[in-house]
């Protein structure tokens, strides 16, 4: 049995992964993993960080379970640090507005699974002396934490590589033709058949799906990071806000080097090809005002760069992932909407579960692409 998997990024690394150590995979499996860059390169490497289940989609909560799971066992399963750390996660409330949504989140989290420890002024004060003395409140996810972007697809891969995956970096696929018992993935270099397809190209994978008649409302977008010189360590969680309004959302965290990466704003529009989103120095100065006024210590602390990355966002803010609704032997996980560094493991284990058995760990029906059936590919 051969398996393609179109998109060397967190999803396809750890898909491939799970594939070649599930222990029903077939004697006979093969896996080969093709990327048009370098593995690891596209949303993942542009990522913050976070690896969070506070303030998420209540649908993605056991699969986000299951994944930070798997993230405690990385090290372990990888053979290399990829730098989790279950720093937790605190998350500041400003207003009154803010309050209810934080209030109203933790109690029905509770239900999925997700305690949150509920912090008053005093609290904040004592126990996050670094955040502004302003904030009213705040949240506290101990089990939460971060990831290093740059790390953890290179290590799925390499250890994906160690139990026989096939890696064609710098290859660009083309297109995708359906053939009587498989598909055919053009490249420049010639044909890959392959009997089952993965699609996991990220912001490009609404591209592929329509080239086999299967459409999503993707639109790619670039959210946009920073990073400070380095600064002695004080800031253990990873920290955000309860913002009742998009515009006031800022996030960051300090890496143990000393340097805090930061995000949050408005996200600008990027072309998929070659996928490289575009800074706007304007939306840097706004997270630059909002973090200090966040965190006042870092009150005039140097940028020393800035990026962002091309990340695919559904109209409805839920992944693709699942089988094809249209072709036997097509599955996808793509369009993971800003919030995919933290499921990675998960998508990975979920994948290989589906694609090898046909049952899944977690309950991904509401992940389907059959949701978008009536809508009509576009030839992108
Ligand atoms: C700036 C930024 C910050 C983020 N911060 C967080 C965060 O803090 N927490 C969180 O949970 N999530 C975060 N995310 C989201 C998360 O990083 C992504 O959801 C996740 O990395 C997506 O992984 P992926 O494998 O689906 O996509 P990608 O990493 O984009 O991988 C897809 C791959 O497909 C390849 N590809 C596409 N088309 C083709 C083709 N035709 N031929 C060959 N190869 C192709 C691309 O080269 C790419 O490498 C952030 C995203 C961005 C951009």
């Known amino acids: 049995m051969h398996i393609a998997i179109l998109g060397g990024g967190l999803m396809g690394t750890a898909s491939a992964f799970f594939l070649l150590t599930h222990p029903k995979a077939p004697k006979s499996l093969k896996v080969t993993l093709i990327d048009r860059g370098a593995i690891g390169a596209g949303a993942t490497v542009a990522s913050f960080g976070n690896v969070r289940r506070q303030g998420r989609d209540f649908r993605q909560m056991a699969l986000a379970h299951h994944s930070l799971s798997l ?3 990385l090290e372990k399963m990888l053979g290399c640090d990829v730098e989790f750390r279950a720093t937790g996660h605190i998350r500041g409330v400003f207003h009154q507005e803010a309050l209810q949504d934080m209030q109203n989140f933790a109690a029905a989290a509770q239900k999925h699974g997700l305690d949150l420890e509920l912090l008053d002024q005093a609290d904040m004060r004592r126990r996050f002396p670094f955040f502004s003395q302003d904030a009213i409140a705040g949240s506290f996810s101990p089990h939460d934490g971060s990831g290093n972007p740059r790390l953890v697809a290179p290590a799925f891969a390499q250890a994906a590589a160690r139990q026989g995956l096939v890696i064609r970096d710098h290859t660009q696929v083309t297109s995708v033709t359906p053939t009587k ?3 055919h993935i053009q490249t420049p270099d010639g044909i890959i058949a392959a009997d089952l397809l993965l699609n996991t190209a990220g912001a490009c994978g609404r591209q592929v799906a329509a080239w086999l008649d ?4 993707l639109t790619p977008y670039g959210p946009q990071m920073g990073v400070t010189e380095p600064l002695a360590h004080r800031i253990l969680p990873v920290v955000g806000v309860w913002a009742h309004r998009p515009a006031d959302v800022i996030y960051c965290r300090q890496v143990e080097r000393g340097n805090v ?3 949050g704003g408005p996200r ?4 998929l ?3 490289h ?5 304007m939306t840097t100065l706004h997270q630059i005002e909002a973090l200090s006024r966040l965190i006042p210590a870092l009150q005039g602390t140097a940028v020393i760069r800035t990026w962002s990355g091309c990340e695919g966002y559904v109209d409805d803010m839920l992944p693709i992932m699942g089988p094809s609704a249209g072709h036997e032997g097509l599955f996808h996980a793509f369009g993971f909407c800003g919030h995919g560094f933290q499921l990675g493991p998960g998508v990975g284990a979920e994948m290989a579960e589906l694609i090898l058995t046909g049952t899944s760990l977690t309950d991904t029906s509401p992940f389907h692409i059959a949701r978008f059936q009536d809508e009509t590919p576009k030839g992108i």
Do not use: H, I, L, T
């Open 261 to 263: 990466v930061f995000g």
């Open 214 to 217: 299967e459409s999503a409302p």
């Open 273 to 275: 090809d070659p996928g």
């Open 181 to 183: 018992d498989g598909f």
């Open 268 to 271: 600008e529009d990027v072309a």
């Open 71 to 73: 993230w405690n066992r």
């Open 277 to 281: 989103a575009k800074v706007n120095p």
